[in-house]
């Protein structure tokens, strides 16, 4: 029975991840909390290299979508508006069931870097184009956290259940 609770905080978590949520620390808590109220199950190893796999997605999700914005030829003011952006647009899209954190994220790199490079004085071609690479840096970031995800879920699943 507890294994399906695990299975179910896990499955929850990397739902989340897409959404611009906290997925990674949903799952890196469920493997806690396994850990601590069924003895013997989760290891100490596997809970600190979950950490690090948390860690590692978060600073992947942040880079990323700053890294994509400078290749597409923003300022670091782009980079830092696309990802303050980011954060806000999914905090808004909240409210909007099902899809509207996602779609909020993203609007939220493209307007915010858009903006950043518009007030720095880049024409509007220029700051549609770093907006375009702050999107597609947010895409990419967000698929990969989700194979993080995946890797954290499989990790814990199997630790759990031997």
Not at 21 to 24: M, Q, V
């Given at each position: 029975m507890e294994i399906l609770v695990l299975a179910a905080v896990?499955?929850?978590g990397l739902v989340m991840i897409p959404f611009g949520?906290?997925?990674?620390l949903i799952i890196f808590c469920g493997a806690l909390g396994y850990s601590l109220l069924v003895k013997g199950s989760i290891g100490i190893f596997t809970l600190v290299c979950i950490?690090?796999?948390l860690l590692l997605g978060e600073v992947i999700e942040w880079t990323l979508t700053a890294k994509y914005t400078r290749k597409y030829g923003g300022s670091r003011r782009a980079s830092w508006g696309a990802i303050i952006g980011g954060?806000?647009?999914a905090f808004v899209g909240v409210p909007v069931p099902i899809v509207g954190s996602i779609v909020g994220a993203f609007a939220g790199a493209f307007v915010g870097a858009f903006v950043a490079e518009m007030t720095g004085?880049?024409?509007g071609g220029t700051a549609t184009k770093v907006a375009t690479g702050a999107l597609i840096g947010r895409a990419v970031a967000?698929?990969?956290k989700v194979g993080i995800g995946v890797g954290m879920v499989a990790w814990i699943l199997f630790?759990?259940?031997v």
């Open positions: 896990l499955l929850l949520l906290p997925g990674t950490g690090a796999l954060m806000v647009g004085g880049a024409s967000a698929a990969m630790a759990a259940m």
